[in-house]
């Protein structure tokens, strides 16, 4: 199977109760352990990129390119959208060029009006291509790829106009942040995210910043509408800590411990397993 749009896979999840995992891809080696573990516990997956990592990994036809390879190369069967992330309005027109299947647009930086303007724009165009869009609004805090978002939670009636614009999927800040979360942070707001999946009329809503967020506030976000949990910095942390025991350990002075094949293999491995916990998490597992 190529790439396929998110619509469907996160239809499913809405009304069957789970969340579709968005992974975060830096190079060859994330992308290789997300799309394996992805086919081993027969998952639906979405590969979120964002704009800074596009622009590392050379550009969005690039990185279409490895991924649609990688996908036959690996031959994986399991639903995959090819997801920007948290992407500018110029990124949104750039990724669909090179064959994204699915966007985000993050308009949540501009007032209200210009949001909705622009996210109604591309809500007619990745419609006319069968692409999912989502739509974010009241930023979410923390810094990704340089992009700062202040940690609102986002004014419910607002929301409501983003989604009755025909989005596929729905970003809201409800106290959520991207990177570690700090010792006093006070949780997810679930007053705020009932009002947002009462006034939202069915469209699935996506929680950021996966990493860190207690199981329990995971499990209560699904069973309130959250179809989608984008995860990040978990997997550039165990992936850190794996490569670092290794070489702490001297393995990369043994023998050829230094071939890059063995080198980032540990850190490839810590990927896989944290990506199989968070599947198994969300639900997603057998969903294929
Ligand atoms: P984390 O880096 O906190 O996991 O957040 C990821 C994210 O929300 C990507 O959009």
Redesign the pocket.
Known sequence: MGLVSAEGMLRKAYENGYAVG?F?INNLEWTKAVLNTAQELNSPVIL?V?EGAAKYMTGYVTVTEMVKAMIKGLNITVPVALHL??GSYEGAYKAIEAGFSSI?FDGSHYPIEENIAKTKELVEVTKKLGLSLEAEVGS?G?E?DGVVGAGEVADPLECKLIADLGVTIL?AGIG??????PENWKGLNFDVLTQIKNITSGVPLV??????IPEEMIKKAIALGVAK????????LVFAAATRKYIEAGKDLQGKGFDPRKLLNPGYEAIKASVKEKMQLFGSVNQA
């Open positions: 968005q975060n979120g964002s992330d948290h985000m979410i923390g990704e970003a959520n942040i991207h990177g570690k979360y929680l950021h910043g996966g990493t860190g949990i984008n995860v990040n910095t978990e997997c550039q």
